[in-house]
């Protein structure tokens, strides 16, 4: 399979549980990302992550797939 560009936006609803699972699945999946930029957004009480990957369908299926699954964290992805 080809790899291909694609952009992660991942909220982070509760920090303190969420983000040491979510780091860890980054970590995890660190060959695939190529940018990566966090920024809290204390007004609204989250955290958002911005990913930029290079990665195959079934690679960032696989990313998101396990990234949706923590309690507390939403998922988008986008492949161009």
Do not use: C
Request: hydrophobic share 45%; no cysteine.
């Amino acid at each position: 399979m080809e790899k291909r560009i694609g952009i992660v936006g991942v909220i982070i609803h509760e920090r303190v549980q969420a983000a040491p699972k979510v780091n860890e699945m980054l970590g995890k999946f660190g060959e695939l990302i190529v940018g990566r930029i966090g920024l809290p957004y204390k007004d609204k009480g989250i955290n958002v992550i911005g990913l930029i990957v290079e990665a195959t369908t079934d690679e960032l299926g696989a990313l998101t797939g396990k990234l949706g699954m923590i309690k507390g964290v939403r998922v988008k992805s986008l492949m161009v």
